[in-house]
Nanobody
Framework: QVQLVESGGGSVQAGGSLRLSCAAS????????MGWFRQAPGKELEGVASVTRTNGQTNYADSVKGRFTISQDNAKRTLYLQMNNLKPEDTAMYYC?????????????????????WGQGTQVTVSS
């Protein structure tokens, strides 16, 4: 059973930074795409960023381009999301997710249905 455990969330003022981490068990059983999603109260789940594990290709939601960076450390079996210049609208529960397929992430799309494994989430709160 693949388990994903997020950490690094917290409260920060607008303009600040946070780095989220996602530690994965059974890293070898994870498919070729990992990503981050977020859900704000009363809003739908939004794909934030994804990375294809084998070639490092990344995708970002327009709302976070230039501010967030997704990265992976295979030696540590960990996925990261570096979030800079945070805004109040970034406030949400952030989830790590992984696919179970051999093919990489879709270009320009980060879709919930492409991910089989999910973490429990970590809360990010940005105050103005």
């Amino acid at each position: 059973q693949v388990q994903l455990v997020e950490s690094g969330g917290g409260s920060v003022q607008a303009g600040g930074s946070l780095r989220l981490s996602c530690a994965a068990s059974r890293y070898g059983a994870i498919g070729n795409c990992m990503g981050w999603f977020r859900q704000a109260p009363g809003k739908e789940l939004e794909g934030v960023a994804s990375v294809t594990r084998t070639n490092g290709q990344t995708n970002y939601a327009d709302s976070v381009k230039g501010r967030f960076t997704i990265s992976q450390d295979n030696a540590k079996r960990t996925l990261y999301l570096q979030m800079n210049n945070l805004k109040p609208e970034d406030t949400a529960m952030y989830y790590c997710a992984a696919s179970n397929a051999y093919y990489g992430c879709l270009d320009l799309q980060i879709r919930r249905e492409d991910f089989a494994y999910w973490g429990q989430g970590t809360q990010v709160t940005v105050s103005s």
